[in-house]
């Protein structure tokens, strides 16, 4: 398949994930091999009003290409204006989110809102595509609700609107993250479109993504909650698709080193306070199974410093020997 002049064979994607994929994550999948990765969900006021918070997360200095960058809001022309900024600042692939369920968002008639008010979405998606000369993908959801699902018709106009790539959320608004996610509709997209079709949701391992790929056709698979705490898992995901070889999980030895990697990480882009704020929950789904990992989830959670968080961290795998 193809992403605009990105040629992909069955591409195993890293899902936007809002407090989650930051560019220090992003990095740490990258030097485990993963290669297709978006950032978290931005938005289109916040970059147009030019908020340093918003300005910091579209930092894309010194990541590889592809460098898809996620944008959420309502407004068609100030869609098209945060998408300029952000081609500006690096991203080869603008991504619009048309799923996000969460309130604070929705209220705002953004994220899974647009699902209600295809008009509108088809008119975003446009305005984006005439507004940049890099392609424009969407990610979207089943429907607002069981009753509505619109996935297939937004789909087509999507694609007649000069998207290039689709990715379905095989879930709809009122479900959140619950229930199963039903790739029946993936396949109904993918008979429905020419431009790719991405499947996402449930995907928790390599197995489960050969088995979406081979249900629904889609063209290539993206990974969200999988990754938490695994950021190992697009790789070998990518390469069980390609060669049907299941990679070794990593051992505990690799583990600390790669959380010590993304804990440096964090720390050099967010400094100590924030660092080792978001480390916390990293920490504990990295150690999620893991012997005693419940006892130490305490300490890791009332860590206060980089020096306290390096201690547990390493006290944690010292147990596993
Ligand atoms: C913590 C969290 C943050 C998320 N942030 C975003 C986001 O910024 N943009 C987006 O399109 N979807 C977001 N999602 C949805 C995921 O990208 C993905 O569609 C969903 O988790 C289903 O895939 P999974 O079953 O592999 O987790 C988020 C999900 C979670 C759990």
Known sequence: MKLGSYGMDKPVFMAPLAGVTDKAFRQIVRQLGGKYMYTEMISDKALIFHNPKTIKMLDLKEEEEPRIVQLFGSEPRIMGEAAK??????????????????????????????????????????????????????????????????????????????????TLHARTRE?????????????????????????????????????????TGCDGVMIGRGVMGNPWIIERTAIFLKDHFSKQEPGNQERLEVLRRHFALLLKYKGERIGVNEMRKHAVWYTKGIRHSARFRDQIMKSETSRDMVQVMERIFSEQE
Not at 208 to 213: G, P, S
């Open 85 to 166: 900024i952000a081609q500006n600042c690096g991203a080869t692939v603008i991504d619009i989110n048309m799923g996000c369920p969460t309130p604070k968002i929705v209220k705002n008639g953004e994220g899974a809102a647009l699902l209600k008010n295809i008009q509108s979405a088809v008119e975003i998606a446009s305005n984006v595509v005439k507004a940049v000369d890099v392609p424009v993908s969407v990610k979207m959801r089943l429907g607002w609700d069981r009753g509505n699902i619109v996935a297939v018709e937004l789909g087509r106009r999507l694609e007649e609107a000069g998207v290039v790539m689709l």
């Open 175 to 215: 479900q959140y993250y619950a229930g199963e996610a039903d790739w029946e509709w993936i396949a109904k997209l993918k008979e429905k479109v020419k431009i790719p079709v991405i499947g996402n949701g449930d995907i928790c391992s390599p197995q489960d993504a050969a088995k979406m790929i081979s249900n």
